[in-house]
């Protein structure tokens, strides 16, 4: 069934990604390019290190950015687990079977070259993201 998913990345809502990477450049990590996401009005930069997960830091644009509902609900905080797929629209529909509701239709993303993302929620499991490589 959904075997086929494979672990990407942690996202994290942050309000400035240049604070919460300080914490993670002093233990070693590297940070990528700052990348402007005007689909989803945020901010984007990934994490790396060797031989731990990777992670992404996602910060608003503006007071219009959908991620500051996460930020004045929770504070910065790990929101949701990305997942590869390697065609998003046959996930999609096998997870509605499960109950997945899509936050939005499949946009291409910025941060990730251009590839196919969505997010998706389940009242047991919370929010994921889907991207297609």
Sequence with gaps: ???????????????????????????GWDMSEIYLDSVQKTYIAFLTREDFPMIELVAPVDEYSPINETLKKMG???????????????????????????VFMPVEAVAM?????????????????????
């Design 76 to 102: 910065v905080t790990t929101y949701h687990i990305c997942y590869e797929v390697s065609n998003i629209n046959d996930s999609i529909l096998e997870l509605r079977s499960k109950r997945f509701m899509p």
């Design 113 to 133: 070259g251009g590839k196919k993302i969505c997010y998706m929620m389940h009242p047991q499991v919370g929010l994921i993201e889907l991207v297609e490589v």
């Design 1 to 27: 069934m959904l075997e086929y998913l494979k672990f990407h990345h942690i996202g994290y809502a942050v309000k400035n990604i240049e604070s919460t990477a300080r914490f993670y450049i002093d233990l």
